[in-house]
């Protein structure tokens, strides 16, 4: 670990390897996973790059500030899950709107329309093997090759975490839920 204290450091190696795409992993139990990805797909639209977001617990009932604000910039958003799952009044109901969020997901992936997906809590219907770890790594991997993507959630599988070029953990020092303060529109959600 680096000093925060010393101003300079050495400088990282430099990287050789050009890519046509990459995959990113936001998994931890800190908030800022799904609000980094929206960052990188604001990031690539402001790029130029075609963007999809699949949610996979987000109903469409849902109204989020990053939803509206991504629709207007170009972005185009699915969310499909039926809602926090102990919220759900039939979890069968809730395991087959997440399956029928991977087949609409995985062929964004493979049509190669989009040059980044978003793939919004991902990691919770493959934990829970409502969704096959391997066949989202094959589908990920087979993937046309100008396609990034991005996985979101807690728990990635190690599955998921070798598949990323980029896998980062979010750490949850202290969060406003656990001291009983509720989610704040604009800034939660």
Known sequence: MSDPTTPRREAPARATERRASL???????????????????????????????VQFLKSGKWKTGEEEAGRRLGIDWWSLGDGFTWDSKNMDETEAKARAAWEAAKGLIAGGAYQLVV???????????????????ATISARPEHVNIILTGRDATPGLIELA????????????????VKALKGVDF
Do not use: C, Q
């Open 23 to 53: 995959v990113l992993v936001n998994t931890g139990e800190g908030k800022g996973k799904s609000t980094a990805a929206f960052g990188t797909a604001l990031r690539a639209v402001g790029a130029g790059l075609r963007v999809a977001v």
């Open 119 to 137: 793939l919004d809590e991902v990691t919770y219907p493959v934990t829970w093997g409502w969704i096959d770890e391997a066949e989202v790594v």
């Open 165 to 180: 070029d980029t896998a980062t953990e979010m750490v949850k020092r202290k969060h406003a839920f656990d001291a009983g």
